[in-house]
Each structure stands twice: as C-alpha cells, then as structure tokens.
C-alpha cells in the first residue's frame, strides 16, 4: 500500500531539549496507525508537528506527496488532515449539531454576500451541512443528542463528539489524540468498534495516539513506538508487544513473560 502520510528525517527542540529525534515513518493509506510511548516519549508533540501547531527543526512532512512542512493549521485542514485532543476542545454552550455544523462549514463555499441574500447555492449548502451533521451524530451513536448543549453531554459522547466534528472537515487523515482517555470499558468496546466503522465508511486512514492497550492491539494493523522521540520499535501489535525494547521502555526492564 502507498503511503498517505510520510515523515522523513523529523526532529524538533525545545529550547536545549529534543523532544522528537531524526523520526521517520510512512502511514499506509486506508489503514488504522498506532502510535505509542511512555508519558513524555514526543507522541503529542509528533501530532503537533504534523497538524502545523509546530514547525519541525529538521526534516519533512509529506501528505500524499506534497510537502505541508511547516504549513498553517487551517491549510493543513484543507489539505486533509483533521485531529482530535488529548484534552477536549469542544464548545460547551453550542449544540451538539451545531459543534459538527461550524467544522463543516469550514468547507463551504458561499461568501459573505451569498448568506446575507440567502440565494439559492448558500440555501443548498446550508441543507446540506445540516444533513451531514445530522448523518455524523448518527453514525456516532449520538443522533439523540442533536439539540441539546454539548457541555451536559457524558464524557464519553462528547470523545465521540469531537471525532464527529473532526470527520466533518472532510479529512483523508484523521489523527486521535488518546481516544480512549477517561472512558470505561464499555465505552472503550464501543469506541472500537466505531473507529473500525469510520475507517471502513468514510474511506480514511486513521493515526491514533493510545495508552489503552487494548484498544491498540483491538484495532490496530501496524503499531510504531517511540521512547523520548525515538522510534524504538515498528510493526505488527504481536510483533512490538514482544519486543524486548518496547517492555523495557514501559515496565523498566529487559526481557519479556
């Protein structure tokens, strides 16, 4: 499979501190990515450098071949690339629905004069981008919560939530930051199961971040880990879970069981 996403040759610092190290990669195009560390090992700050909130010290960062290093935020977006956040950025005191309607107006085309005559091509869009919204919340299991303000929504809908809004730019990459943070097991078995159901509906190449190691090994086809920005195993989750580099880095010794 071609790659969709390829990193070549990143690093990046901090001050003195290298957080991220001579790092490469190539995401398979259609696949679900993990990426995996310890706390403080560069993933977040890989995601970071990826979406334009960063711009690498060293190196490129190629999305279907074009170079969006060091691009801004919002042009990445229009590129195809969308994310979500280790801490939620949703906002509380709009509706669900209308979370989803602002990041797909993002895409959108009629002006400013179009909205204030209300002519037909801004009409069409505006129906269109309600539908959709409105198809998200549902394949997110959220279709009940259309109306209703975002910020009385349980912790688990609103993870879900914010995957919704991301989609709703269109994206050929969708990277999630932690996906799984906070939720319990049940919410854990569900969010499986839809990422699977993302990749598969919505054709998109899927790079997550993941503590949760059952959601890595659950869903995961190939799992790269890092270790204070260094790749210190890539691969299958059977292969790297059997690394002995990857149980030192985790449990501070060599060796597995």
């Given amino acids: 499979m071609s790659a969709i996403l390829s990193i070549q040759g990143m ?14 990669f190539d995401v398979p195009e259609g696949v679900i990515y993990g990426l995996i560390g310890p706390n403080g090992s560069g993933k977040t700050t890989t995601f970071n450098l990826i979406t334009g909130i960063y711009t690498p010290t060293e190196g490129r960062i190629l999305l279907d071949g074009v170079d969006v290093t060091g691009m801004k935020p919002y042009k990445i977006v229009h590129r195809g690339i969308a994310r979500t956040f280790q801490n939620l950025r949703i906002f509380g005191n709009l509706t ?50 259309a109306g209703e303000r975002a910020k009385n929504l349980p912790y ?4 879900r939530l914010e995957i919704a809004r991301a989609l ?14 906070g939720m319990n097991p049940k919410e854990v078995g569900d969010l499986m199961s839809l990422i699977t159901k993302v990749r598969d509906e919505f054709k998109v190449t899927i790079f997550l971040i993941e503590h949760h190691m059952k959601v890595v090994m659950g869903i995961c086809e190939k799992v790269k880990v890092i270790d204070f920005g260094t790749t210190i ?24 069981h």
Avoid: C, W
């Avoid at 688990?156 to 993870?159: A, C, I, N, V, Y």
């Avoid at 269109?170 to 932690?178: I, K, Q, S």
């Fill in 96 to 145: 669900a629905q209308d979370n989803i309607r602002i990041a797909r107006h993002y895409t959108t085309k009629s002006g400013l004069m179009s909205s204030i005559l209300r002519t037909p091509s801004f009409l069409a869009e505006e129906r269109e981008v309600k539908e959709e919204s409105l198809r998200l919340l549902e394949v997110m299991k959220l279709g009940h919560r």
């Fill in 233 to 256: 195993a890539e691969g299958s989750p059977e292969h790297v879970a059997r690394d002995p580099k990857v149980l030192e880095a985790y449990l501070g010794r060599k060796g597995g």
């Fill in 156 to 159: 688990g809908e609103l993870r």
């Fill in 168 to 181: 709703a730019t269109r994206p050929r990459v969708l990277l999630l930051d932690e996906p799984a943070a």
């Fill in 11 to 24: 690093s990046h610092y901090f001050g003195g501190l290298k957080a991220v190290s001579d790092f490469s």
